[in-house]
């Protein structure tokens, strides 16, 4: 064989050699591309998954906070009231605070709570025995703690 023959099948082999290496590496080269195209949107699901569960967890805390002072205002304006009662010491403002206080309860809810926060005004209305109101709070303030402490129901 001649050396001119030689150099073609020599070339041809490198040639043959090179596209059929250029096409498995293409064909590697796109697997690896899909692989790090499916890893980057698992990371991304997972990222936002994350950032979902945070918010949400954001947000309960915040309406347990809203849920926590709503309750803390509507005790504070009960107390005001028992003590303007027991004292003659009260304001003309003393009732509408009351009534305020205890429409924020029941528009924060849930029922369990606005009930028993009813109750308390209830009594106060009808001038009930002090023994009458302690109960009347304590139940109020046992169900809006497990309310508040339990993460208990949003609303109704």
């Not at 023994?131 to 009347?136: G, I, M, N």
């Amino acid at each position: 064989m001649s050396e001119w023959g030689a150099a073609l099948i020599a070339a041809g082999s490198a040639l043959a050699g090179s596209v059929v290496t250029g096409w498995f590496g293409r064909a590697a080269g796109i697997r690896q591309a899909e692989a790090a195209r499916d890893a980057g949107a698992r990371q991304a699901d997972a990222l936002l998954t994350s950032v979902r569960t945070t918010l949400a967890a954001e947000a309960g805390q915040r309406a347990r906070a809203l849920r926590r002072q709503t309750y803390a205002d509507f005790l504070a304006a009960a107390e005001s009231s028992v003590f303007a009662a027991r004292t003659g010491r009260g304001t003309a403002d003393d009732e509408v605070v009351l009534q305020r206080a205890l429409s924020e309860v029941v528009l924060e809810g849930p029922d369990t709570v606005a009930d028993a926060a009813r109750g308390v005004v209830d009594l106060l209305r009808r001038h009930g025995s002090p023994d009458e109101l302690r109960r009347a709070k304590d139940a109020f303030v046992g169900v809006a703690r497990e309310n508040v402490d339990e993460g208990g129901p949003h609303g109704r």
